[in-house]
C-alpha cells in the first residue's frame, strides 16, 4: 500500500494526515505524535528551502514512522508506504 499526497502546504501535515487515513484513524490519534519523533520545524524549513527545485529535486529522503516508510522530496511531495 502507498499514499501520495501534495494537499496540505506543510510536508509534515501532509505526512501525519497520510498515515492518519492509512491507519483509518484521526491524524490527533496517532501515537506517538511525529513531532515526538522527528524535528518537524526542521523537516518543513529543509523542504520549504528545497522548493524552487521541484523539477529537479535536489532533496531525497526516507525515514520510518508508526511502520511505514515515509519519503520525502524537494517540492514538498510525500509518500508512505508499509
Do not use: H
Amino acid at each position: 500500500m502507498s499514499v501520495e499526497t501534495r494537499t496540505w502546504a506543510e510536508p509534515t501535515q501532509r505526512i501525519v494526515q497520510a498515515i492518519a487515513d492509512a491507519e483509518g484513524v484521526e491524524p490527533v490519534d496517532l501515537d506517538p505524535p511525529l513531532f515526538d519523533v522527528l524535528d518537524g520545524d526542521l523537516l518543513n524549513a529543509l523542504v520549504s528551502s528545497n522548493e524552487t527545485n521541484a523539477d529537479e529535486p535536489s532533496l531525497q529522503m526516507s525515514f520510518e514512522y508508526l511502520g511505514y516508510t515515509v519519503y520525502v522530496a524537494a517540492g514538498g511531495a510525500v509518500s508512505v508506504s508499509k
